[in-house]
T-cell receptor
Framework: SQKIEQNSEALNIQEGKTATLTCNYT??????LQWYRQDPGRGPVFLLL?????KEKRKERLKVTFDTTLKQSLFHITASQPADSATYLC???????????FGTGTKLQVIP | DAGITQSPRHKVTETGTPVTLRCHQT?????MYWYRQDPGHGLRLIHY???????DKGEVSDGYSVSRSKTEDFLLTLESATSSQTSVYFC???????????????FGPGTRLTVL
């Protein structure tokens, strides 16, 4: 069955450093993968989408890579700030009508 | 959360009672979704809609039904609520589907449901 793995342990980093979050998937080949941010008590917010023919995508301080051979996406936040503290969800497309499947997310804590 | 509202935002009910959650959008997006979010499971798709009166099941649809009589409204009904349906429910919308170009999802603020 399709499986998505994100590090369930919280990631704590110092302000100004680069945070790197990992998303691994197994048993399918998604045409694209999305990343979302979720703050406590709120719905997820879309950040970036990367397609299978794209190696890297950037948006301001965010960078996403997509390695279809390793079946892995990495999400980077450069020059991290305390305001970046949130849970980040990856969501590979799993086929059919907009069926993205969400990972359980990684909680990021940026320490001032 | 702009353009998507959910009601109620909080609800406490008893086992065996029917419950209806409402999702309303002002974006005129074709696709609408209901998810539940539980610790350790992440977001799981319950049902989705790809147009008025067109709906289909997601991965955790047992015990839930949906209806969409207008583009802007998508209702989720728990036919007979059980304690296992205690969760946070999110509605989402998207303009496009599949591998389309505008297929990011926009989420509502969520409904916290407690079934005693």
């Amino acid at each position: 069955s399709q499986k998505i793995e994100q590090n369930s342990e919280a990631l704590n980093i110092q302000e100004g450093k680069t945070a790197t979050l990992t998303c691994n998937y197994t048993n399918y080949s998604p045409a694209y993968l999305q990343w979302y941010r979720q703050d406590p008590g709120r719905g997820p917010v879309f950040l970036l989408l990367i397609r299978e023919n794209e190696k890297e995508k950037r948006k301001e301080r965010l960078k996403v890579t997509f390695d279809t051979t390793l079946k892995q996406s990495l999400f980077h936040i450069t020059a991290s700030q305390p305001a970046d503290s949130a849970t980040y969800l990856c969501a590979p497309y799993s086929g059919g009508y907009q069926k993205v499947t969400f990972g359980t997310g990684t909680k990021l804590q940026v320490i001032p | 959360d702009a353009g998507i509202t959910q009601s109620p935002r909080h609800k406490v009910t008893e086992t065996g009672t029917p419950v209806t959650l409402r999702c309303h959008q002002t974006e005129n997006h074709r696709y609408m979704y209901w998810y539940r979010q539980d610790p350790g499971h992440g977001l799981r798709l319950i049902h989705y809609s790809y147009g008025v009166k067109d709906t289909d099941k997601g991965e955790v649809s047992d015990g839930y039904s949906v209806s969409r009589s207008k583009t802007e409204d998508f209702l989720l009904t728990l036919e007979s609520a059980t304690s296992s349906q205690t969760s946070v429910y999110f509605c989402a919308i998207s303009e496009s589907s599949g591998t389309g170009r505008k297929n990011e999802q926009f989420f509502g603020p969520g409904t916290r449901l407690t079934v005693l």
